[in-house]
């Protein structure tokens, strides 16, 4: 009993994923949260999903046979399972993160994204990662990430509170070298910037208001890119799973 305890206290300090595993977990835990009819997945299924087009960053062309050995390690970690079906011909895999980690459904949701698609800054986060769980506000997603980020789980570029930060993923192989580089605690952050003000005080305040109208024109913009960015890959991801559907109503009609 006491060695059982101890192993899945070791599993649970899983930091660290190969680029593989990360794409496999990651379509496992999109699958399931999007198009739970269809999960668990088949190798092929998984295979089709690590090398779809859509919310995907990089595109990668694997294999069967590169899947499949990714799901053998990761089984190996406890992150996943093979499900028979009642058929007993096909296998399926399922995985097991909420078994092996106390994330809440969010958190889940946020670490999928970013293992798909790497670095995003958190409007696109929010919008991506709400199309498996609702995260309906910028507050609500920073109050995650940050649980997240307390963990040493992600990592930013910047204090969560400031627009316009980027986030990623932090379960990079050490020699990858994915890091964004923040030094600072976000304790320190609002201080600095509440400093930045008083180092240009002597400034002509009649600037000021020229580069804030400015600055929202810009923000607006990006809003409505961001918009406009999300409703293509819904639509292509949409196609990707009727597609996919399709492909495996037809194999089952062969059969």
């Not at 969560?160 to 976000?186: A, C, M």
């Not at 180092?199 to 580069?211: E, G, Y």
């Amino acid at each position: 009993m006491n060695d059982t305890t101890q192993e899945e206290k070791e599993l649970l300090h899983i930091t660290e994923l190969s680029r593989q595993q990360r794409r496999v977990i990651g379509v496992l835990l999109e699958k399931a949260f999007t198009t739970p009819d269809q999960y668990p997945l088949t190798l092929k299924a998984v295979t089709t999903g690590c090398n779809q087009k859509s919310n995907r960053d990089p595109v990668s062309n694997y294999s069967e046979s590169q899947v499949f050995e990714t799901l053998d390690t990761l089984r190996e970690m406890g992150l996943v399972a093979v499900i028979h079906s009642d058929s007993g011909r096909t296998e399926r895999y399922r995985h097991y993160m909420r078994r092996r980690f106390n994330f809440t459904e969010p958190q889940l949701a946020i670490l999928t994204e970013l293992w798909l698609r790497g670095r995003q800054t958190m409007g696109e986060l929010r919008g991506r990662a709400s199309r498996m769980v609702p995260i309906e506000t910028l507050d609500e997603l920073r109050n995650e990430f940050k649980g997240l980020l307390d963990q040493k789980y992600v990592q930013s570029n910047g204090s969560i509170e400031r627009r316009g930060i980027e986030v990623d993923h932090n379960w990079y192989q050490e020699r990858e070298g994915k890091t964004l580089g923040f030094e600072h605690s976000p304790e320190e952050e609002p201080a600095a910037i509440e400093r930045e003000p008083s180092s240009a005080s002597t400034a002509p305040k009649a600037a000021t208001p020229d580069l804030s109208e400015f600055s929202a024109v810009i923000e607006q913009l990006q809003h409505e890119n961001q918009s406009l960015r999300r409703e293509i890959e819904t639509i292509t991801q949409s196609l990707e799973e009727l597609k996919h559907q399709l492909i495996e109503l037809k194999q089952e009609l062969g059969s």
